[in-house]
């Protein structure tokens, strides 16, 4: 226990109780899949060797994941991709899915449905009001290797929609960026918010939409040179990802392009934070009232994400305390047992509608900050 | 600690996400700089003619006495910065303490700011050769020849995204407000000091705040000021630079490569000019694009090379209030260690000597920041790599070359001191297209005359000269009222 769990109500507290009794249950499951010589991938079974504990034993609840070594994100790195897929999913389809924005050899994820599920769960968060059942989509991010399209693209049909995509290849942007070519960036940028504004302007019944915090204003700004705006043209509701979404930009978007609060008649906008790995963690509520702040909660129990203290990654740090993110996934086509992500924040509060913990203020990882390329969309 | 907001053209706004700014020595915090986004300058910057329709209201004239105001009120006044109060002490402290710069020497940067202010009229005066300012309000004039000349304004407002850590490039976007022209500027992450306090004199004096737009944030500011503002000026490196090479929107500030170009004639008589070199060297700590980065002469450079280090070799680091102090600070260390590097790399070519070997360590490091102590190298030739580097701190490369050779290899020249009495070479050095500022004789490279144009007419970068001719109409035109 720590300070955390002192300052939230009783229902609050027996909530996140049964979440995380949720958690332990979900995570004995998925080590039993994953270290089990008939379900278990090649890597998992391979590593089970290395490994001074027997999974199959001696994890009895999540916190004895913390027995795991830090997952490396280097095994991500080449092939063979064979040796990440659960024999208990052996010849079904599967997809390669790579980080964004890097010129080396990418990270790869296997996946199979994961993508789907985590954007139907994350549908489920969506209110209806804003992303209208059956409304088409606008998918305007990075495609390619990258699982965003298909994920949103999925999100669309399972809300009875139908999806327009615009890619973005990221690695060419960081190529752009590291030549010094800002004036083909602009134009890069201005192609990929050229084709979003044809599409929403063709009568399209585009009502819902996902870009990268950079495209979206681009997109605004383009519109409004037209002479009309995100509003006008028929949205009404947008989810957008990526660590830099803070709050000042929130602001921003909320009072200057988005014509207000939602309840107040603008555009709804909701933050995301995801990735390959983890899939799709959401935003609680932002709020003027609140600053802007933007607390981001994982789908759990599928992932689980911990602020942890800078000098030991097993020990989370108090509520409002500043830690590095560490992510762990659990679902039955990835496992992670531990992953320290790029990023930093603050640890944030269970409440009612996600009742286990969140991270906020997320930001590069002040130690990688200086090597790391930002703003890449 | 002292909070600096954004500005939209006149109107702070309260950011939700600011950068602290700490003392370089002690890591103190001494401000917070609240910042923004691309979003919120490119959409200002839809609003920006509103700046320029502002400063319409007033003459030129008017312009013109308020920025004589403005420079008292800079130099001396208590002001409204953020929100504090400003004495010109605080000023001057927080500047020292924000970019490592030694008080004196921000002091002298302020009085610098404000004389240009106060003669801008004479400034003006000569940057458009003696044009009646109104004419450029209006557009088209008569100049006085029985001609219409035309000056169109190419943009209501200037961006300028401004550099960290010299004080005294701020008076290349002042003649903007007296030329009717608004100013969008990113002020630098450890130097919003000038900017911030010129502003508030700027509104003090009765310059419209609508003017004015000050935009603190990151690459992404930055960026969509370069973008969306028609005109505007950069500060950086020799890439930076290059990257805006060509593109008549930008004017790019960087690196001088200023030189002092001894001739043959008076070389025998050089110890005649070593205070000169000296202070072209060593003044604003070697800062500045106008501090002296290279020496050339055909003969006695050894000798010149050692008497000016003997001269800046053991200066040291001394405290910022210290009016004896003449080293600035590193405010990132590493910037210290990385250049520092690089000079090693120049003096392991074969012909380059470190002729302040002798006085001892050059870079000092400290917990928070670091120095580098000033040095002087010779080079055996205009081949050495070392002849065409600029380092931010005092460092000159002494180079033999024949005089024959000097105009074709000294490469560009910001500001270029040519030592000679000879006519040819003195003809040869205005003909040359590498130097900007020509100073025949011994000018210290850094002393500059303000009534001249530095690096780039900014009468030429603001407006365009065009015709304009009218006709009377053959009937009276209906009144439209």
Redesign the interface.
């Known amino acids: 226990m720590n300070t955390a769990d002192t300052s939230i109500s009783d229902e609050v507290a027996k909530l996140a109780a049964e979440a995380k009794d949720r958690l332990n249950e979900h995570t004995l499951k998925t080590v039993h899949w994953h270290f089990s010589e008939d379900t278990g991938s090649p890597f998992w079974l391979g590593k089970k060797a290395e490994l001074n504990f027997d999974p199959l034993t001696d994890v009895k609840s999540f916190e004895d994941l913390k027995k795991f070594p830090l997952f490396e994100d280097e095994w991500l790195r080449g092939g063979p991709l064979a040796r990440w897929v659960p024999k208990g999913h052996a010849g079904k389809p599967t997809f390669v899915f790579e980080t964004g924005g890097t010129t080396g050899i990418p990270k790869s994820r296997v996946v199979i449905e994961d993508h789907w599920k985590d954007y139907e769960l994350f549908s489920d968060t969506l209110p209806d009001k804003y992303f209208p059942r059956g409304a088409n989509w606008l998918m305007l991010g990075p495609s390619g290797p990258r699982r965003l399209r298909l994920a949103v693209e999925h999100l669309a049909q399972h809300r009875g929609g139908t999806c327009f995509c615009i890619d973005l290849d990221p690695r060419w942007v960081v190529k752009l960026i590291k030549k ?1 070519w ?1 004036e083909h960036l ?1 134009e890069y940028k201005k192609h990929c918010v050229d084709q979003a504004v044809t599409v929403l302007t063709a009568g399209h019944d585009v009502q819902c939409m996902f870009a990268t915090p950079k495209l979206l ?1 681009s997109l ?2 383009a519109l ?1 040179e037209r002479g009309t705006s995100l509003q006008e043209v028929g949205i009404k509701g947008i989810f957008s990802g990526g660590t830099e979404f ?4 929130t ?3 909320v009072e ?2 988005l014509g207000g609060p939602a309840e107040e008649g603008g555009v709804y906008m909701t933050p995301t934070y995801g990735n390959t790995l983890m899939g799709l963690a959401c935003s609680k509520p932002i709020t003027a009232a609140d ?2 702040k933007i607390s981001y909660y994982a789908p759990q129990p599928r992932a689980v994400t911990e602020v942890v203290s800078f000098d030991d990654y097993n020990q989370p740090v108090g509520i409002g305390e500043t830690g590095r993110v560490k992510l762990y996934t659990l679902t039955d086509e990835f496992f992670v047992p531990g992953f320290m992500e790029r990023d930093e924040g603050e640890r944030e509060a269970p409440f009612e509608m996600y009742p286990w913990d969140g991270v906020s203020g997320v930001r590069p990882f002040h130690e990688l900050a200086s090597a790391t390329t930002v ?1 890449v969309y | 600690m002292i909070t600096l907001s954004p500005l939209r053209w006149g109107k702070p706004y309260e950011s939700l996400d600011f950068t602290d700014v700490v003392h370089f020595d002690t890591g103190e915090p001494i401000a917070r700089i609240g910042n923004v986004g691309g979003g919120i300058v490119g959409r200002d910057m839809r609003q920006a003619h509103k700046a320029r329709e502002a400063l319409l209201q007033f003459s030129t004239d008017d312009l013109l006495e308020k920025c004589k105001r403005a420079a008292v009120l800079f130099e001396s006044a208590d002001l409204q910065v953020g929100d504090s109060t400003q004495s010109v002490d605080q000023f001057v402290h927080q500047q020292s303490a924000s970019t490592g710069l030694p008080e004196h020497m921000c002091r002298s940067n302020l009085a610098k700011n404000s004389f240009v202010l106060a003669n801008m009229e004479q400034i003006l005066d000569c940057l458009t050769r003696g044009l009646d300012l109104s004419i450029l309000s209006r557009g088209y004039g008569e100049e006085g020849r029985g001609v219409v000349v035309s000056y169109q304004a190419q943009t209501p407002i200037l961006g300028a995204v401004l550099p960290n850590n010299s004080p005294g490039v701020h008076t290349l976007w002042l003649p903007a407000i007296p030329l009717q022209i608004g100013l969008a500027l990113k002020p630098g992450s450890q130097e919003p000091w000038t900017p911030y306090r010129m502003v508030s004199a700027f509104i003090e004096a009765g310059v419209p705040a609508e003017a004015f737009g000050l935009y603190p944030g990151g690459h992404d500011s930055g960026g969509a000021i370069m973008t969306k503002a028609p005109r505007s000026m950069i500060f950086g490196s020799a890439q930076t630079v290059a990257q805006h090479s060509g593109n008549p929107k930008v004017q790019a500030h960087g690196p001088g490569f200023s030189k002092i170009l001894i001739g043959d004639d008076v070389v025998d008589d050089w110890e005649n000019y070593l205070d000169m070199m000296v202070e072209s060297v060593l003044s604003n700590s070697g800062r500045s694009c106008i501090n002296c980065s290279g020496i050339w002469a055909s003969r006695h450079t050894k000798e010149i090379a050692a008497a000016i280090a003997k001269r800046i070799g053991p200066v040291d680091a001394l405290p910022p209030s210290d009016p004896n102090s003449q080293l600035a600070a590193f405010t990132v260390p590493a910037m210290a260690t990385g250049t520092y590097a690089m000079v090693q790399q120049d003096l392991a070519e074969s012909g380059v000597t470190d002729v302040t070997a002798e006085f001892g360590e050059k870079l000092i490091e400290r917990d928070h920041c670091a120095y580098l102590r000033p040095m002087v190298v010779h080079a055996d030739s205009p081949d050495r790599g070392v002849v065409s580097k600029e380092y931010m701190f005092p460092f000159v490369s002494v180079v033999q070359c024949p005089q024959a050779e000097m105009l074709r290899r000294i490469g560009p020249t910001l500001v270029g001191t040519v030592l000679t009495a000879d006519q040819a070479l003195i003809s040869a050095a205005g003909s040359s297209v590498d130097i900007d500022r020509v100073n025949i004789g011994p000018i210290p490279t850094n002393r500059l005359n303000w009534l001249q144009p530095h690096e780039g007419n900014i009468i030429d970068f603001l407006f365009r000269s065009r015709a304009y001719q009218t006709a009377d109409l053959p009937v009276a035109a209906a009144s439209t009222s």
């Open positions: 010094g800002m602009e204003e605004g700004e409004e803070t709050p000042q930009w602001r921003f978007c200057e392009m600053g802007y703003g």
